[in-house]
């Protein structure tokens, strides 16, 4: 389980002295929350379309496995988290041929199978799960995985959609903060 925070931080309050002392304390706590669980919302939505692009997990697979702290008056900050272990191939599209399985984890189609034929990669009748043989004998078996989604939000593009939240967060307190004055 991983879990990206985004807080507002002091340098960020800073900027809008005057504008709280106009306000009060407790509607700028209000506009924070409010502010944060916005750009939150959409920064989440990003993350989600950058996983599906990075791991070619389906949405509502990356959907499930994600959970949301969102803002409150008392707790400032927005938190996501995502749950999930290792996923089998068969979640990318596996398709079993001669030379072994086909399946495009991370968007990319290839074909998975071993050096020799006694350790052919195989779709299971009764799982479906992608299987590959450890040895030249029948069992035992062991499943082939892809993409992991807890490591893989912290990675490449999902992780750059993410930094991208606070930098728009001290607009948007701003204009929370107009609201109220």
């Known amino acids: ?47 989600k379309r950058a ?16 959970k949301t702290l969102r803002a409150t008056y008392s707790r400032l900050e927005y938190t996501l988290i995502q749950s999930g272990g290792e996923t089998n191939l068969n979640l990318f599209g596996a398709k079993q041929g001669a030379r072994g399985v086909s399946a495009a984890p991370w968007n990319v189609r290839r074909v998975f199978r071993s ?10 009748p009764r799982s479906g799960k992608v299987l590959i043989r450890s040895s030249s004998a029948s069992y035992p078996l062991e499943a082939l995985y892809g993409p992991n989604l807890a490591r893989e939000v ?13 930098v728009s967060l001290a607009a948007r307190i701003d204009h929370e903060l107009a609201r109220l004055i």
């Open 1 to 47: 389980m991983t879990a990206i925070v985004v807080r507002a931080a002091d340098s960020i309050l800073g900027q809008f002295a005057d504008k709280i002392a106009a306000v009060g304390n407790r509607h700028a706590h209000v506009a924070f929350a409010r502010a944060l669980n916005h750009e939150g919302d959409k920064g989440r939505t990003q993350v």
């Open 51 to 66: 996983l599906v692009a990075q791991t070619g997990i389906k949405y509502g697979m990356i959907n499930k496995g994600m």
């Open 115 to 124: 050096g020799d034929g006694a350790r052919a990669s195989f779709i299971s």
């Open 154 to 166: 912290v990675k490449d593009e999902s992780r750059q959609r993410w930094e991208v939240v606070p």
